[in-house]
């Protein structure tokens, strides 16, 4: 679709006027406004939105498609939903909460993290990555809320997972843990945690997971020699 391909050369203006005619077009047609093809396309819009920063836009689209997704899941029952329902259900979580963590609505954030959590286990198990980075991202949002209790045990929930799986992004997921570990003043498991993701990101190539692991033994390093 020309829209798609707009977006991803971020031809924003161009890729958002695409994706409206089309979606007027299948209207036209006897479309239903809450049909996946129109909410994957709502969905779209909304981050064309975001990046424009229409943030009014951007957050009742994706409570459109949160709520359009919400509806048929609730109505089809366990047993009547379709995958590719419950993969836009929630995708359309995931960039809502997104958003609002840019807005530092934090208690709705996680509520949609959650959400999204909770229909990735059901349509893929937790052995997912996609879940497993939700379950993360609910850790950071709890702590974002100085929940450190509830946000520790989620994280090390989601390293233990992420151990057990393998999951490209374990090492990143062990600094998150580190950050957290040095807000409750736990330097020496942070330290280890942060040493841990240092070698995971140094096997895998990860240079972004690289630069997380080391700026979290700095911050050890300077947190040490401050209390000396």
Same mark, same amino acid.
């Given at each position: 679709?020309?829209?798609?391909?707009?977006?991803?050369?971020?031809?924003?203006?161009?890729?958002?006027k695409l994706f409206v005619n089309?979606?007027?077009?299948?209207?036209?047609?006897?479309?239903?406004?809450?049909?996946?093809?129109?909410?994957?396309?709502?969905?779209?819009?909304?981050?064309?939105?975001?990046?424009?920063?229409?943030?009014?836009?951007?957050?009742?689209?994706?409570?459109?498609?949160?709520?359009?997704?919400?509806?048929?899941?609730?109505?089809?029952?366990?047993?009547?939903?379709?995958?590719?329902?419950?993969?836009?259900?929630?995708?359309?979580?995931?960039?809502y909460a997104r958003l609002l963590?840019?807005?530092?609505?934090?208690?709705?954030?996680?509520?949609?993290?959650?959400?999204?959590?909770?229909?990735?286990?059901?349509?893929?198990?937790?052995?997912?990555?996609?879940?497993?980075?939700?379950?993360?991202?609910?850790?950071?949002?709890?702590?974002?809320?100085? &929940?450190? @209790?509830? $946000?520790?045990?989620?994280? *090390?929930?989601?390293?233990?997972?992420?151990?057990? /799986? +393998? =999951?490209?992004? #374990?090492?990143?997921?062990?600094?998150?843990?580190?950050?957290?570990?040095?807000?409750?003043?736990?330097?020496?498991?942070?330290?280890?945690?942060?040493?841990?993701?240092?070698?995971h990101a140094h096997k895998n &190539?990860? @240079?972004? $997971?690289?630069?997380?692991? *080391?700026?979290?033994?700095?911050?050890?390093?300077? /947190? +040490? =020699?401050?209390? #000396?």
């Open positions: 679709m020309l829209a798609n391909l707009a977006m991803e050369a971020g031809e924003l203006e161009k890729a958002e089309v979606m007027r077009r299948l209207v036209s047609k006897g479309v239903a406004q809450d049909d996946n093809a129109i909410v994957d396309m709502s969905l779209k819009l909304s981050k064309i939105y975001q990046k424009k920063g229409d943030m009014e836009k951007a957050e009742a689209g994706y409570k459109f498609c949160v709520e359009s997704q919400e509806q048929k899941c609730n109505a089809a029952g366990v047993v009547g939903r379709d995958n590719d329902t419950l993969y836009l259900y929630a995708k359309s979580c995931d960039g963590l840019t807005r530092k609505k934090y208690a709705m954030a996680e509520s949609m993290f959650r959400a999204a959590y909770r229909i990735c286990l059901e349509a893929n198990g937790d052995g997912s990555s996609q879940c497993l980075v939700l379950l993360n991202d609910i850790g950071i949002t709890l702590s974002l809320q100085e &929940k450190l @209790e509830e $946000a520790l045990k989620v994280l *090390e929930d989601a390293v233990r997972l992420a151990e057990q /799986l +393998k =999951a490209p992004e #374990l090492a990143s997921f062990q600094v998150n843990l580190g950050v957290l570990l040095i807000q409750k003043g736990l330097i020496i498991e942070a330290e280890k945690s942060c040493k841990a993701a240092l070698g &190539k990860d @240079e972004d $997971a690289t630069q997380e692991a *080391e700026a979290c033994l700095k911050s050890i390093h300077d /947190l +040490k =020699a401050s209390n #000396l």
